[in-house]
């Protein structure tokens, strides 16, 4: 079974400063891993995603996340944060499973809402 | 690339009254289809999946029900809303399994 855990509901930052939100995982198989944004009223919009090459996915808007399988996270970086990166932020999994009902089911997270100061 | 659209944007329904809810799916064919659901402060819940027309599995026991009549075609119903039905609803797509899922921009539900 695979499970997310996301370390602090609500993250507060000045505009320019680092910007780290923590997603842990625990997954029975070898996971695929996705950082998700959403805006308010409006879907998720995939951020970056981790699919067993590089361990360091670079996403857009300057996001990156590194994978870390001796700690099981998958941490979301921005070097400086800008005032509109505020939105709440989903970590999810999907285990590696065949076809059928495990098939891009996604497992996600609580959500982290960054508040980003001027 | 694949679009998800749902309407409405927005719904007002009194508590007792039916509910239907439409997605469809453009850019892809035989995708994976979900509607999931977003209360505050508890992240996403998976309601159902389909992986094709007329098969719908349900995550979780409750007073809803989602229909495929075609291949990008999602329905979400209920026959008799309760308070707790009240949320937003996201639909969404994916066409692998090492795909990311597409979302619909959601229904926000306001049973009254």
């Known amino acids: 079974a695979q499970s997310v855990t996301q370390l602090g509901s609500h993250v507060s930052v000045s505009e320019g400063a680092l910007v780290l939100l923590r997603c842990n995982y625990s997954?029975?198989?070898?996971?695929?891993l996705f950082w998700y944004v959403q805006y308010p009223n409006q879907g998720l919009q995939l951020l970056l995603k981790y699919t067993s090459a590089a361990t360091l996915v670079k996403g857009i808007n300057g996001f990156e996340a590194e994978f870390k399988k001796s700690e099981t996270s998958f941490h979301l970086t921005k070097p400086s944060a800008h005032m509109s990166d505020a939105a709440e932020y989903f970590c999810?999994?999907?285990?590696?499973?065949?076809?059928?009902?495990?098939?891009?089911?996604?497992?996600f997270g609580r959500g982290t809402q960054l508040t980003v100061w001027p | 690339s694949q679009t998800i659209h749902q309407w409405p944007a927005t719904l007002v329904q009194p508590v007792g009254s039916p509910l239907s809810l439409e997605c469809t799916v453009e850019?892809?064919?035989?995708?994976?289809l979900y509607w999931y659901r977003q209360a505050a402060g508890r992240g996403l819940q998976l309601l159902f999946y389909s992986v094709g027309i007329g098969q719908i599995s349900s995550e979780v026991p409750q007073n809803l029900s989602a229909s495929r009549p075609q291949d990008r075609q999602f329905i979400l119903s209920s026959k008799k809303l309760l308070l707790s039905d009240s949320g937003f609803y996201l639909c969404a797509s994916t066409s692998s399994y090492n795909s990311p899922l597409h979302f619909g921009n959601g229904t926000r539900l306001t049973v009254t």
């Open positions: 850019g892809t064919s035989n995708p994976n």
């Open positions: 997954s029975s198989v070898p996971p695929y």
């Open positions: 999810a999994v999907s285990g590696r499973g065949g076809r059928g009902s495990t098939l891009g089911r996604l497992y």
